[in-house]
């Protein structure tokens, strides 16, 4: 059972970049997937979730920060989940983790059972 976050890398403000979390050993389906975020020397932070539809679709939520910018989605058949993140600010770096829990976990870290091990988004011009 594993989660595997994909994706980061370094780009200028007001760019775009992609992150997948691609799931081995289990499927996405029936759960709620998550994409939190941690900056350096602070606690990590809920970025946005999409709960679980059945297949492809579910109902997602963003922070505040990241509203209008950022878009999540899911593919059943590839049993991964992205988060499409536009207009990159320098406040957007960190470490982003994505989670598998249950359909209630929203940003309640207690309630995702499996986490990936992270990818690094750097904004800076």
């Known amino acids: 059972v594993q989660l595997q976050a994909s994706g980061g890398g370094l780009v200028q403000p007001g760019g775009s970049l992609r992150l997948s979390c691609a799931a081995s050993?289990?499927?996405?389906?029936?759960?709620?997937i998550g994409w939190f975020r941690q900056a350096p020397g602070k606690e990590r932070e809920g970025a946005s979730y999409i709960t679980s539809s059945g297949g492809s679709g579910g109902t997602t939520a963003y922070a505040d920060s990241v509203k209008g910018r950022f878009t999540i989605s899911r593919d059943g058949a590839k049993n991964t989940v992205y988060l499409q993140m536009n207009s990159l600010k320098p406040e957007d770096t960190g470490v982003y983790y994505c989670?598998?829990?249950?359909?209630?976990?929203?940003?309640?870290?207690?309630?995702?059972?499996?986490w990936g091990q992270g990818t690094q988004v750097t904004v800076s011009s």
């Open positions: 989670a598998a829990g249950r359909q209630t976990a929203k940003f309640r870290e207690d309630e995702y059972d499996y």
């Open positions: 050993g289990f499927t996405l389906v029936p759960h709620s």
